[in-house]
């Protein structure tokens, strides 16, 4: 079974700096990628992290979202400063390629 759980979500004011932590099982080592749907959007690819460690971010994102993962924590991390509004969305995690199996996802919500 495959489990992916998202977790560190929550409210935070714009400027601020969250990080978000997905922990998964079932799936090995891959790839891993985080994922994020805004309201009435399209879910859209945030950031992702190979197997050994070599990060990939959003052309868009860059300089604001880091990605790391804790192999001994099978955890992946998705680091984020200088939150904006438009950063509010339902964050996933997924390998990457993704699977059609998602997780609830966490909920970041940027006030001004």
């Known amino acids: 079974q495959v489990q992916l759980v998202e977790s560190g979500g929550g409210l935070v004011q714009a400027g601020g700096s969250m990080r978000l932590s997905c922990t998964a099982s079932?799936?090995?080592?891959?790839?891993m990628a985080w994922y994020r749907q805004a309201p009435g959007k399209q879910r859209e690819f945030v950031a992702r992290?190979?197997?050994?460690?070599?990060?990939s971010v959003q052309n868009d994102l860059r300089g604001r979202f880091t990605v790391a993962r804790d192999y001994d924590k099978n955890t992946v991390y998705l680091q984020i400063r200088n939150l904006q509004q438009d950063d509010t969305a339902v964050y996933y995690c997924?390998?990457?390629?993704?699977?059609?199996?998602w997780g609830q996802g966490t909920q970041v919500t940027v006030s001004s």
């Open positions: 992290i190979s197997v050994t460690g070599v990060t």
């Open positions: 079932g799936i090995g080592n891959p790839a």
């Open positions: 997924n390998t990457y390629p993704p699977r059609n199996s």
